[in-house]
């Protein structure tokens, strides 16, 4: 199939996900641009610790493994939406490539929005680039 370049500014993460996860699965490549700039709606505060408390779990020997960078979060909550551990799955995630800004090769590309993940009412955000920093990630 084709391959297709999504704009993640201003888009909401688990709406965004949800859309990408429906299509990875029917067989479609997809790369997503600008990941730091993808939302998470809700209290500041709150989702600063719900992702501190995530980091915290586990130990460094066992896991579970959260990620820290924003394309990393990104591609986790997609993988969360597709049976991964499944052939189906796993097929589908080796479609999805996720990048912090818009890579060299990808400039001059026309890049899809996704309107029903677009932020329309949320008064309360962080985007993932925030994030990212308060948890101490480098990108």
Known sequence: MSMTIIDASDHVVGRLASVVAKRLLDGEEIIIVNA???LITGDKAEIL???RWRMDVG???KGPYYPKR???ILERAINGMVPHK???GKT?????KVYVAVPEEFKDKRL???PEASRVTAESFLSLGDISKHLGAEF
């Open 49 to 51: 610790k719900e992702f």
């Open 112 to 114: 899809e929005r996704i």
């Open 36 to 38: 730091e700039k993808a």
């Open 86 to 88: 499944r052939p189906r």
């Open 59 to 61: 130990s460094t020997r």
């Open 92 to 96: 589908a995630m080796k479609k999805l």
């Open 70 to 72: 924003p394309d990393r």
